[in-house]
Nanobody, 124 residues
Framework: QVQLVESGGGLVQPGGSLRLSCAASGFTFSSYYMSWVRQAPGKGPEWVSAINTGGGSTRYADSVKGRFTISRDNAKNIMYLQMNNLKPEDTALYYC?????????????????WGQGTQVADSS
């Protein structure tokens, strides 16, 4: 069955960096667009970034543009989110999701599977 497992979260000081990973199994990873979404405490989910099947096209929310980089390794069935210059407002549970159809979509309804999430928190 489809499985998405996030890892790499942790405590980080403002200005610090983290790299999140999303390990995929149970489907042909290289055939699907993917995204990262986050949910901060007490808030609704926020789409963060999307990537196409080959990794050559990406899209970012304005709140992370210039600080976060999405990428994927189709040989390893893993997607990444490199997060630099982290801010307190980046504290959230980060999820990866599989898109239903092609397209760098930011609507959560466009995704059919999600992982359990990995927590990123401000250590200050």
């Amino acid at each position: 069955q489809v499985q998405l497992v996030e890892s790499g979260g942790g405590l980080v000081q403002p200005g610090g960096s983290l790299r999140l990973s999303c390990a995929a199994s149970g489907f042909t990873f290289s055939s699907y667009y993917m995204s990262w979404v986050r949910q901060a405490p007490g808030k609704g989910p926020e789409w963060v970034s999307a990537i196409n099947t080959g990794g050559g096209s990406t899209r970012y929310a304005d709140s992370v543009k210039g600080r976060f980089t999405i990428s994927r390794d189709n040989a390893k069935n893993i997607m990444y989110l490199q997060m630099n210059n982290l801010k307190p407002e980046d504290t959230a549970l980060y999820y990866c999701g599989r898109a239903r159809e092609e397209g760098l979509r930011n609507a959560l309804i466009e995704y059919d599977y999600w992982g359990q999430g990995t927590q990123v928190a401000d250590s200050s």
